[in-house]
T-cell receptor, first 114, second 112 residues
Framework: EAQVTQNPRYLITVTGKKLTVTCSQN?????MSWYRQDPGLGLRQIYY???????DKGDVPEGYKVSRKEKRNFPLILESPSPNQTSLYFC?????????????FGPGTRLTVT | AQSVTQLDSQVPVFEEAPVELRCNYS??????LFWYVQYPNQGLQLLLK??????LVESINGFEAEFNKSQTSFHLRKPSVHISDTAEYFC??????????FGAGTRLTVKP
């Protein structure tokens, strides 16, 4: 089954404790992206990657890091989480082939930073 | 850069009534348009998309959207809603793969 998986689905942590949210896709997609969803703001892009070793900032990158060492994986790293990073996070992937522009989303990771 | 405005944050409607969720976009170049649906505690799923060609696009579960270039709109409609359509709906616009912009979302609540 074609899918994007994220782990963990729920995470409660404390300020300053480094964490990583994993994302993996099995569709051989070149493009992957991280979003955060906050009430009334929709989805905002954090980082994206056009392919292995190619990453770039989205609209809200402060406080986050990413890496793309393998095509299928795109982890999101919070080196020193703060309460304002409490949010619902989504990983997405898509093909860069013509016409394949829709993004496929993971189930989400709900992060609470206290 | 392109942007999206969803004109209604919440739309309550009775079962079997028609519904329209409004979406306007802003862009100086040609765009691709999408509607995604998010059911409770789930990720976003593509509902329908407009890439080119016919301006009226349909989904498999009875929704349709019409691309109106002159009004820069992409409103989502369904002639008769079901309880199971209760969800949050996001309109999105993109020019290339890495610049998809989402609206703030419209929460559709279908009441019996």
């Amino acid at each position: 089954e074609a899918q994007v998986t994220q782990n963990p689905r729920y995470l409660i942590t404390v300020t300053g404790k480094k964490l990583t949210v994993t994302c993996s896709q099995n569709m051989n997609h070149e493009y992957m992206s991280w979003y955060r969803q906050d009430p009334g703001l929709g989805l905002r892009q954090i980082y994206y990657s056009m392919n292995v070793e190619v990453t770039d900032k989205g609209d809200v990158p402060e406080g986050y890091k990413v890496s793309r060492k393998e095509k299928r994986n795109f982890p999101l790293i919070l080196e020193s989480p703060s309460p304002n990073q409490t949010s619902l996070y989504f990983c997405a992937s898509s093909s860069t082939l013509a016409g394949g522009r829709e993004q496929y989303f993971g189930p989400g990771t709900r992060l609470t930073v206290t | 850069a392109q942007s999206v405005t969803q004109l209604d944050s919440q739309v309550p409607v009775f079962e079997e009534a028609p519904v329209e969720l409004r979406c306007n976009y802003s862009s100086s170049v040609s765009v691709y348009l999408f509607w995604y649906v998010q059911y409770p505690n789930q990720g976003l799923q593509l509902l329908l998309k407009y890439l080119s060609g016919s301006t009226l696009v349909e989904s498999i579960n009875g929704f349709e959207a019409e691309f109106n270039k002159s009004q820069t709109s992409f409103h989502l409609r369904k002639p008769s809603v079901h309880i199971s359509d209760t969800a949050e709906y996001f309109c999105a616009v993109s020019v290339t793969n890495n610049d998809m912009r989402f609206g703030a979302g419209t929460r559709l609540t279908v009441k019996p």
